[in-house]
């Protein structure tokens, strides 16, 4: 199955921690695996801090004073950052399920990582169902 997620700014963590899990609920899996993937090239996907908002944006702080939008970048569309941006932090996350809940941490949340927005994404769900 398939999530939509809009961004409203140019870089941008969104929790879409509930959206999955409501997905666990309407596939009633009670047990087994949750395939999170984003196809896209300039936005990733991540794991990280649920409770203090400013983890998530010393994190992106971080990444856009490493990876600055000004540099000697040779791809002509002029978003090099982003595509470096969503190579850094991956495309992916595998999460395990159990008593029917994702089996993350007290303190984790799932973050889609905008790094080029606003757009209108895609993120793609997969279940593996222990029997
Ligand atoms: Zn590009």
Not at 33 to 52: K, M, Q, R, S, Y
Not at 62 to 78: A, R
Request: with cysteine; aromatic share 8%.
């Amino acid at each position: 199955m398939k999530l939509t997620v809009t961004s409203r700014d140019k870089t941008q963590f969104i929790d879409i921690t509930s959206e999955i899990q409501n997905q666990v609920n309407i596939q009633g899996i009670k047990s087994g695996l949750c395939f999170v993937f984003i196809p896209h090239t300039t936005a990733g996907i991540t794991i990280n801090e649920n409770a203090d908002p400013s983890v998530q944006s010393d994190i992106l702080n971080v990444l856009n004073t490493v990876i600055p939008w000004e540099l000697n970048y040779s791809h002509l569309e002029g978003n090099s950052p982003a595509h470096v941006k969503s190579s850094i932090v991956g495309a992916s996350e595998i999460i395990a399920i159990e008593n029917g809940q994702l089996a993350l941490g007290t303190w984790q949340g799932v973050y889609f990582c905008e790094f080029d927005g606003p757009r209108t994404r895609h993120v793609n769900i997969k279940f593996i169902e222990d029997r």
